[in-house]
């Protein structure tokens, strides 16, 4: 019975110290202040600044995002809208009207008759290139009160992509022109340089 009793004080023993080994190892893998940089972050929170300085997720500029654009992958990308709008000439409204020619076209108008809610109608404007990317981005925080329950689409470049789709789609509006490169500063000349300007000009300003 004394030996039975001691086998399984043994094994008791035994799985104490394989728990507390494993809860080590566990504690040195997931520990949270590791030396690397994860490859990719979990996620970014709207408005607070990221390691890098970056407040806005460094988003190009939209002109930059359609010049880079594929309509391809928008109507790829479209395929998800489709259980409630239509984009073919003529189609009838479902759930969301139809969007053949709405790029251009003014915010919560036309649309065969379709019942946009009070919150869109009074926004004004057109869905232009821009305002389109807005409301793709974040319906609900575009128009608080808009029927459309789709949650926006985070990736930027994807939204132009679907925008280059619905441009194609009866509208044909041309693009904007992408942002140029960022010229160098007209001041930027180097310091060794502007010595040997300014050597000349005092020799001119003493004759």
Not at 13 to 24: H, K, P, R
Not at 174 to 179: G, N, T
Request: hydrophobic letters at 40%.
């Amino acid at each position: 019975m004394e030996d039975r009793n001691n086998t399984i004080a043994g094994w008791a023993l035994f799985s104490g110290i394989v728990a507390l080994g494993l809860g080590s190892l566990s504690a040195h893998h997931f520990l949270a202040d590791k030396p690397e940089r994860p490859e990719k972050m979990g996620y970014e929170i709207e408005g607070v600044v990221s390691s890098e300085g970056d407040a806005g997720g460094g988003e190009a500029p939209i002109e930059a995002r359609l010049a880079q654009g594929d309509a391809a992958k928008g109507e790829a990308t479209f395929k998800k809208c489709q259980s409630c709008h239509t984009i073919n000439q003529g189609g009838a409204s479902g759930i969301g009207p139809n969007l053949y020619g709405v790029v251009g076209e003014a915010i919560a108008s036309g649309r065969g008759g379709y019942a946009f809610s009070d919150d869109l109608k009074a926004k004004g404007g057109k869905w232009d290139f821009a305002t389109l990317d807005q409301w793709l981005k974040n319906p609900k925080g575009f128009a608080a009160g808009t029927k459309m329950s789709f949650a926006g689409l985070a990736d930027g470049q994807e939204r132009a992509n679907v925008i280059l789709y619905l441009n194609a789609q009866g509208s044909n509006l041309p693009l904007p022109a992408a942002p140029a490169a960022d010229a160098a500063p007209a001041d930027a000349a180097p310091a060794d340089a502007a010595a040997g300007d300014a050597a000349p000009a005092s020799e001119a300003a003493a004759q």
